[in-house]
């Protein structure tokens, strides 16, 4: 397998130059619209990579590449969660200096913010309801089960980070942050939700049921809505820990007050990951 060589000169163009400021009036950064498919194919390109390789390393401690145990899939999807967030960086790059506010890492109004979680929240949970109604379904996620969640206490806390804390900043960077970011640049803010919603939905064929698609495609739009809004990255952030939280717990089946508290902790962390990003800022011409 070629590399890409090392100059960046794969990548694609970019509609600003290194004079022009890495926002646009209003906000909006300067991402062509064509560089978040680009940047989807080329983090899944670096997704499967990253889990090739870590099968491999696992394989050199004797564990199967067929049927790796659960820390070989926990850290490979560690990885493709890192891929994700590396990429929408990368791309970022191109249009001149790369800022945490780009990507929505910026304070909001609380009262505002909740409320429009709660909104897309509340929508989203009809909606999934009279979907599953219709389809008949009592499908139920499998992905904690098929990364050994069962297995071990270290499996279980691990997969419960990686499932509240890390998949939620990640692909929330990734995509309300980036992907949505360079879509608004094209029909602006509505199109570009609808797009990222199925897409995101769409990424989790593998890892949630057939019929969970549409529904996970409809919070992805929900998302979209909210960073729109709100003009930050937090609340989506934080709903998505939430929204995370409270279907592993369910899954586990967990009690109410432990998936409260679950939720809570998760909001929290991710919260506080993001808070160093809040104060970052540089000159720009």
Not at 1 to 13: E, H, I, N, V
Not at 156 to 165: E, G, I, P, Q
Not at 232 to 237: F, K, Q, V
């Amino acid at each position: 397998m070629s590399t890409a060589p090392p100059d960046g000169s794969w990548l694609p163009p970019v509609a600003a130059s290194p004079e022009q400021p890495p926002v646009q009036e209003g906000g909006a950064p300067r991402w062509a619209p064509s560089s978040a498919w680009l940047a989807l194919v080329t983090a899944f390109m670096f997704a499967i990579v990253g889990a090739v390789v870590v099968g491999l390393v696992g394989t050199i401690f004797g564990a199967s590449f067929r049927d790796p145990p659960p820390a070989v899939n926990i850290a490979a999807t560690v990885v493709q969660d890192i891929a994700f967030i590396g990429t929408a960086i990368l791309f970022a790059g191109r249009a001149g200096t790369v800022l945490p506010a780009q990507f929505g890492f910026v304070r909001t109004r609380l009262g505002r913010a909740v409320g429009l979680m709660a909104a897309a929240y509340f929508a989203y949970a009809i909606l999934s309801q009279v979907w599953a109604q219709l389809v008949h379904t009592h499908a139920k996620d499998n992905l904690p089960t098929s990364l050994g969640v069962n297995e071990s206490t270290a499996a279980l806390v691990a997969v419960c980070v990686l499932v509240t804390v890390i998949a939620p900043l990640a692909e929330e960077t990734f995509f309300r942050g980036f992907f949505f970011g360079a879509l608004r640049n094209w029909r602006g803010p509505w199109p570009a939700a609808l797009l990222t919603g199925a897409v995101f939905g769409a990424i989790h064929v593998g890892s949630a049921p057939v019929v969970f698609l549409l529904p996970l495609a409809i919070f992805g739009v929900a998302l979209c809505i909210v960073r729109w809004q709100t003009g930050s990255l937090l609340p989506c952030i934080a709903l998505h820990a939430t929204n995370n939280a409270l279907a592993f717990g369910v899954t586990e089946h967990w009690t109410a007050g432990q998936i409260l508290l679950l939720g809570i902790g998760a909001v929290a962390v991710t919260m506080l990951v993001c808070l160093p990003l809040l104060g970052v800022r540089a000159r720009v011409a």
